[in-house]
């Protein structure tokens, strides 16, 4: 205020000096010479450029502070928004100010347009194609500046356009440019105001930063506590579907579990249409939709275009829904997505970068929340039938216990149930096939454990086993064991693409066998589906929970606590099995040790905690590369081994290089690992485990003198 004040009273000074100097000059131009006079008038003249000045830097100093001021007071209020659409649309009202005769907009993007979302004052122009200054800002993700839009070969200017300059800032979310703030004005930006206002747009994206985080956290709150809430499977679906459907501000929402050929529906949320109703209740048939596409990938999907889709289910198409996100619900041991949900609304819609994160983290929520119920439900399963067991005769509880194990086991959708009586086991229930022919045919122990296909000692361990089409044709197997024409005709064979089959073991003795089936799909079943299936071996055997107590402590005795893989005592054990069944039924088996390179090296510069990790991420690399039947173990130290039961030298090479791939991928600050593999099979290099471990090493001695990663 004093500059200015001085500057102002100095400038007027100077010009009435002028003033005086021109008035003397003609008063006394005989008085003064030339030069002196000339010197006097420039001396005027410079004192009134000086005055000018510094009126105009107090005018622009003054207009920045009010600038400044504005923007101050627009970046105090951002907190106060609740949500994106609450922030986005409050920007122009606050900067308006600040568009001279012009206008501040918020524009957001669509598929074939940008939307205008705010502006003040309103605008008759509501959408705009994705040229001219503001798409160029969403284009290319930084500010876009045009001081006379008249020059502007994009530019099309609106009807009631009369600014000049515009200034165009992407505002981003999570990295994504969600929205453009758009300012017009009639003459160009100053350089300070337009720095101000880029500083301003970077203060407004960390806001929506921090808003999108608030709301995955509050969703990941509330959608925990009402999985927590909820008793039963369906009411968490449903509860979880109507947080997510409204929070995105979507339309609809369905739950689909799969079960065998068909996926049903546990829950929906917003679905009003007769033709949608009638697809839930009916179930989605295999293959049909975008969800059996989630099942078979496990990974999300995301369209606003979904007539375009390979899969569609038709009464979406017809009713022209666009806009859809079918996403897995994580399972551990799966390799299908057992369950999972779809959102979505009629109109096409962009799905946002902050939209998918949420989506993605209500996911990995669901899974947690829902293993708990789930395995809830396989409990009551179980306690039921133990109840009705205790009432009732074994006889009248097979079909029963053979249609809940369908219910529970994932990847389930046919089966049969074959019980030992009279010297033979025989079929007692059946789903999908016809009873009456297969109660024709009768299994030695030496047939049944045949197609069973583990050896007697699993089987009276009660371990399941897991067969698939894409190792060896089921029909095949089958045709060992039973004749052709029954078989093929009442029990389908030729049409099972998986199998798994469930010994139920009473006091060492395997009075059942449980065979669940899927005519479908080739990898239907997985881990979880074992660990299902074992919930139901307790109502066929008294015993069972006191067996699977001892086979738990046992394992606990054999498993190394650090990888989680079977330890050295357990490899000795399995070994000696494998080669007695290797020898007794005549088929190949194939042996690998394994010493790391490296570790001692990652252990010493890194430390041992580094170490412990090493350890563990190559026994994840090696369980990775695991073929069903392959065997892993660690020995201890750095050194794992691995048994490869009906499998030839050729065989367990391939193996071992993939495991040798693996494990060569695996660094930990720039140290790298390696493996030298030494390989013996029988009978071509010995006949017993020390003759065949004793090779095995040797080979695996020789190929670190070599530099070879494996030597068969």
């Known amino acids: ?27 006394f131009q005989g008085a003064l010479d030339l030069p002196s006079l000339a010197a006097l008038l420039l001396a005027a003249l ?30 105090e209020a951002l907190p106060k928004a609740q949500n994106r659409e609450e922030l986005l649309k409050s920007l122009p009202e606050r900067l308006a100010r600040l568009g001279e005769r012009g206008h501040v907009g918020v524009w957001v ?8 979302l705010a502006a003040h004052p309103p605008l008759s122009v509501q959408t705009i194609p994705y040229g001219g200054v503001v798409g160029r800002a969403f284009r290319e993700g930084r500010p876009a500046y045009v001081p006379d839009v008249r020059r502007d070969p994009d530019y099309i200017a609106p009807p009631d356009h009369k600014a000049l300059a515009e200034l165009a800032l992407p505002l981003r979310e999570r990295g994504e440019v969600v929205a453009v703030l758009n300012l017009e004005r009639d003459r160009p930006f100053p350089e300070e105001l337009r720095e101000g206002l880029e500083r301003f747009a970077q203060a407004v994206s960390l806001h929506l930063d921090r808003l999108a985080d608030l709301r995955e956290r509050r969703l990941q709150a509330e959608l925990a506590e009402r999985l927590q809430s909820a008793p039963t499977l369906a009411q968490a679906a449903e ?13 609809a929402g369905a739950f689909f579990e799969v079960r065998g050929a068909r996926m049903v529906s546990l829950a929906a949320y917003g679905v009003e249409e007769p033709a949608l109703r009638k697809v839930l209740e ?5 293959g049909v939709g975008l969800a059996w596409k989630v099942y078979e990938t496990r990974s999300p999907l ?8 390979a899969r569609v289910v038709p009464a979406l198409k017809a009713l022209d829904w666009r806009t859809f996100a079918a996403l897995p619900v994580p399972t551990p041991g799966a390799p299908r997505a057992r369950q999972v949900f779809v959102v979505g609304q009629r109109a096409e819609r962009l799905w946002r970068r902050s939209e998918v994160d949420l989506l993605l983290l209500a996911s990995r929520t669901l899974g947690l929340g829902l293993e708990r119920l789930t395995e809830k439900a396989r409990h009551e399963a179980v306690n039921r039938i133990f109840l009705e067991l205790l009432e009732k005769p074994p006889e009248e509880l097979y079909q029963a216990v053979l249609e809940e194990a369908i219910r529970q086991v994932p990847g389930a959708e046919a089966g049969s149930l074959l019980v030992w009586e009279g010297g033979a086991y025989r079929y007692k229930a059946a789903h999908g096939y016809d009873l009456e022919g297969l109660k024709a ?5 030496e047939a049944q454990l045949k197609w069973y296909g583990l050896g007697e000692e699993k089987a009276r361990q009660g371990e399941p086993r897991l067969l698939s089409v894409e190792e060896r044709p089921i029909a095949e197997i089958s045709h060992e064991t039973a004749p052709p024409e029954v078989i093929d005709t009442a029990g389908k064979a030729q049409e099972i693409q998986a199998n798994l089959c469930l010994p139920i073991p009473y006091k060492g003795e395997v009075l059942a066998y449980l065979n669940l089936d899927n005519l479908h799909d080739p990898k239907a079943f997985g881990e979880d589906s074992l660990e299902a299936a074992r919930f139901f071996a307790a109502p066929l055997a008294t015993l069972f929970h006191e067996s699977r107590t001892r086979k738990l402590l046992e394992e606990a005795a054999l498993t190394d606590p650090l990888t989680g893989l079977p330890n050295r005592r357990a490899f000795e054990r399995a070994f000696l099995e494998e080669l007695k069944r290797a020898e007794r039924y005549g088929y190949p088996l194939a042996l690998a040790v394994m010493d790391l390179r490296g570790f001692k090296q990652v252990n010493d510069r890194l430390g041992h905690a580094v170490g412990d990790l090493a350890l563990m991420k190559v026994a994840e690399a090696l369980e990775g590369q695991r073929r069903n039947g392959d065997r892993i173990f660690r020995w201890g130290g750095d050194e794992f081994a691995a048994l490869f039961p009906h499998t030839g030298k050729e065989g367990a090479l391939r193996a071992a290089l993939r495991y040798a791939r693996a494990i060569e991928a695996l660094c930990f600050n720039g140290l790298c690992l390696g493996v030298n593999i030494g390989l013996a099979a029988f009978p071509e290099d010995g006949r017993t485990p020390d003759e065949l471990l004793s090779a095995a090493d040797t080979r695996m001695y020789q190929a670190k003198a070599q530099g070879l990663s494996v030597l068969a």
Do not use: D, I, N
Not at 69 to 75: D, Q, T, Y
Not at 110 to 116: C, F, G, P, S
Not at 282 to 286: D, K, N, S
Not at 302 to 309: G, I, K, L, N, P
């Open 109 to 116: 993007p669509e598929r074939q347009a940008l939307r205008l």
């Open 302 to 309: 995301f369209t606003a275009r979904y007539a375009e889709e």
């Open 239 to 251: 509860k979880a579907l109507a947080l997510l459907v409204e929070g995105l501000g979507l339309e």
């Open 46 to 75: 410079l004192a009134e450029e000086v005055g000018r000045s510094l009126r105009q830097a107090h005018r622009r100093a003054k207009h920045l502070a009010q600038t400044h001021r504005l923007l101050a007071e627009a970046l």
């Open 441 to 445: 045919l009768a299994f030695t122990r």
């Open 282 to 286: 009916e179930g989605l048939p295999y």
């Open 1 to 27: 205020m004093a500059v200015g004040l001085v500057a102002s009273v100095f400038g007027l000074g100077a010009g009435l000096v002028a003033v005086g100097l021109a008035g003397l000059l003609l008063a």
